[in-house]
């Protein structure tokens, strides 16, 4: 599990193997402030990002869901 700060908002990266082990799926969640914190908002429950392709490794998944996390808090579709 990776956590990243992307402006106001706290991201959870993570990535687990499928269960057939050929790959890895990503998921994300987003706080809007530090999730550690009383006053932070989950403003995107854990959800798994859907890719075109498999993720070949732990950090490609991770990237998937970073780039994800980018893209809703850049269009502030949260």
Known sequence: MD????????????????????GWMPFVTIYRGRSSSRRSICVVQRQRVE??????????AIEAARAFAAQRIGKGRL
């Open 3 to 22: 956590i990243e700060v992307m402006g106001q908002y706290e991201i959870v990266l993570e990535a687990f193997a499928n269960l057939a082990n050929t």
């Open 51 to 60: 890719t075109n392709l498999p993720a070949h490794s732990r950090e490609q």
